[in-house]
């Protein structure tokens, strides 16, 4: 089998950041939903597992730091309690709020999905020489972390694609 050709970007989009990021996102998150499929799990629902496991958070907490909206929260937060993978309990520090647990069986479906995940980063990174592997990723945390964090207000934001059929 010979190696796979690259294609460049279309001349007016090769520069374009934000075209590039979405492309790379797009593709990555059908691979990695694709890959998820057999476990039962999406990779939204690993993202708010795997970012549960870290802390004491609530939904709402949770859903600002996994990047959805409250109502996507609750309705991911009702399919992971219904498989068994999480469920909410009262905070210890404040018996208002309900914080999300992590079950065994959830512990169990983050680290299949981690161990399936990482199989696609590294085949991903694969693509770039090894030495630019560790800075792409930085640079890309930091982007992430920093300067893109946060949307901008505008009158109307931009929807994210939904997977094609």
Known sequence: MSPAVPVA????????????LS?????LSTELT???EGLGISPREHAV????????????ALA?????????MVVTLDEL?????????PSETDRRARVVVVTAAGEKMVSQAEEIG?????????ELPEGERQAFLDALTRLVCGRLSEPCVCA??????????
Do not use: F, H
Request: charged share 25%; glycine share 6%; aromatic share 4%.
């Open 118 to 126: 990482n199989g696609i980063r590294d085949d991903v990174l694969s």
């Open 81 to 89: 309690e219904a498989a068994g993978l999480a469920e909410r309990r």
């Open 34 to 36: 694709a890959a998820l």
């Open 49 to 60: 597992l795997a970012t549960a496991r870290t802390g004491e958070y609530t939904q709402t």
């Open 64 to 72: 600002k730091m996994v990047g959805v909206d409250k109502t996507t």
């Open 23 to 27: 492309q790379a996102s797009y593709t």
């Open 9 to 20: 970007a279309p001349e007016p989009l090769a520069e374009n950041l934000c075209w590039l």
């Open 156 to 165: 109307q934001p931009p929807r994210r694609r939904a997977p094609r059929a």
